[in-house]
Structures are given as C-alpha cells and as structure tokens.
C-alpha cells in the first residue's frame, strides 16, 4: 500500500528506540530541540505501517478484527504468511523531522519444498523517499507462506518470523 | 562516532546480549511503537487457538532491530549503508538473545571506505535466529 505521507516524529522515533531497547540520549534530546536532526534506528522505516491508512495488521473503529476477544479470533484470509528475510539500503540516514512518502512493488516470487511442504516465497521492494523526491531508504522484504495446513512449523528451517 | 578505516581490521569481531529474558510487554510496546499489531505476537489466545503456535513469539522485526543496536552502538546511526538478514528461528517469550558482527571485508567505493560485516543473532541454546550482512561507511584516515 501506497503511504503518502509518513512524517518523522521525534516522539515516534523514542518509542521505536525504547522498544528495541536503544536508550541513547540523542532520542530524549530530540523532544526538546528536534532540530537536532537525530539518524533514527536502521529498522524504523517499519514504522510506516502506522500511516497506511489500508494496513490490515491494525484495528479499525467499526471493522471487524481478527484477533481474539470473548473467542479466539479467525484466521485472517491470505495472512498465513510468516517474513523470511528483511534487507535494507540506506542511501542517507533517516532522520527527525524528514517527511517520507513509501511505495511498494511486488518484486520475485518462488517456490522451495520443506519438511512441512510447498513454501511460497514473495519478495516486496519498498522506495521510502523525501519532501525532495529524493531516495532515502530502499527495503526489500521476503515473506513465506507454507501450503501444508497448520502453522509454517517449517519455520525454524526456512525462516519466518511473522 | 564513526568509525576510522584504520580503527579496524578484518576479522575483529563485537558480540553483546541485546535482550535478556525477552519479555512479552516488550513485544507488546514494539507492536505499539512499529503499527505492527498482527494478533500472533501479543494475543495468546490467537496464537494458540488459531494460529496453532505455542504461545507468542516476537516480531521478526524486533529481532532485527535488537540487532541493528549492536551495529550503530559500533559504527554509529548515521554511518550504515546496508543491513539485512534471514529469520531463522522464531524468538519466544524469555529467550536471552546475543549478536555478533565481524567484519569480513575492508574496500572502498566512490563514497570512500566501507566494511562489509557478516551479523548473526543467536538465543540462549545456540540456536541461531537470525543471519546476514550489513555494510557500514568507514571514516577516511586524515
């Protein structure tokens, strides 16, 4: 999905810090002159998912969720898929106060068999850009989903980590 | 902080714990902090009654950015070129995890010098969860 505006937070970017377990003061700093311009950790670009207005992994008022509540929950269609692999390009640091945009393609797509049967891999390549247009992040993601029925136990072979 | 190119060698290695005894309100606030909310990491009762895992398990992505820290706590935020990895097994709720980076290779590009690291990420047992590579811009020698 498409994210058009995906603005660089010093606040965000403190929450994201502190949940990786980074508490390098740059991150506080920001709060109080976000001029600063602090480099956000490698993996925050993930964050954008908070401003994809579609993204499906997020509650919505007056949608139907799929986890649980007084029961279980459902299994989510097309959801299965666990993420097999993560690679990013930095072509400049990600920073406070930049204003990213993303968008997605599908990039290559193939089949391996494991113990648990026919996995299908799927690659998406992300482009995270500036206010200027200009390339800041490129992240290329794999996801997995197994064909065998139950949970892609193959996982521990092939990677996977939802 | 960057890192000089005369600052390091090939085959110098750094490892630390970056969790210990991961606790499941930590993948709760990574949920929180990232948007990620799929039920599979923080709903035990989806994880277990739909999903058919045993319990919880942390996002890959906390994985990897537990072991992003490693890299920048080394060469700084502001000098990585490249990070990627393979998830290769998940991480539970618990598990004390310890990254490893070594540098494999020191070359040079039209931007100046770079590392090339392999990186892996291991849980209490030797299980490894994690594998890949990173590149980091070295500072030139004056």
């Known amino acids: 999905m498409p994210v058009p505006r995906f603005p660089v937070e010093a606040g965000h970017v403190l929450m994201f810090a502190r949940a990786i377990g980074d508490d390098d003061a740059a991150y506080q700093a920001e709060l109080a002159d976000p001029e600063g311009r602090a480099a956000a950790p490698p993996t925050f670009t993930m964050a954008a998912a908070q401003f994809d207005d579609d993204y499906p992994l997020r509650p919505k008022p007056g949608q139907k969720w799929f986890g649980s509540g007084a029961g279980p929950g459902e299994a989510l269609e097309g959801s299965g898929g666990l993420h097999a692999e993560q690679h990013f390009e930095y072509h400049r640091p990600v920073r406070v106060g930049d204003i990213l945009s993303a968008e997605s393609r599908p990039g290559r797509s193939w089949e391996k068999t494991g113990r648990a049967g026919l996995l299908r891999f799927s690659e998406t390549i992300t482009e995270y850009r500036d206010a200027a247009g200009d390339l800041v992040v490129t992240a290329r993601s794999v996801g997995v989903l197994a064909e065998a029925s139950g949970p892609a136990s193959d996982a521990e072979d092939n990677g996977g980590n939802g | ?142």
């Not at chain 2, 060469?75 to 995890?97: C, E, H, M, N, Y």
Request: proline fraction near 3%; charged fraction near 25%.
């Open chain 2, 1 to 142: 902080m960057p890192v000089r190119s005369d600052e390091i060698k090939v085959g110098e290695s750094r490892e630390r714990v970056v969790v210990e005894d991961l606790k499941r309100t930590q993948i709760v606030q990574y949920a929180g902090a990232s948007g990620d909310y799929n039920p599979l990491h923080t709903d035990h009762e989806f994880a277990t009654g739909i999903a058919g895992y045993p319990g919880v398990f942390a996002h890959g992505m906390l994985t990897m950015g537990l072991t992003g820290r490693l890299l920048t706590d080394w060469f700084g935020r502001d000098s990585l070129l490249r990070f990627g990895v393979r998830f290769k097994a998940q991480v539970w709720p618990g598990d004390t995890l310890t990254a490893t980076a070594t540098v494999e290779e020191i070359t040079t590009d039209e931007g100046g010098s770079l590392a090339e690291l392999s990186v892996r990420t291991v849980r209490q047992d030797g299980t490894e969860v994690v594998s890949g590579t990173a590149a980091v811009r070295l500072e030139g020698v004056a």
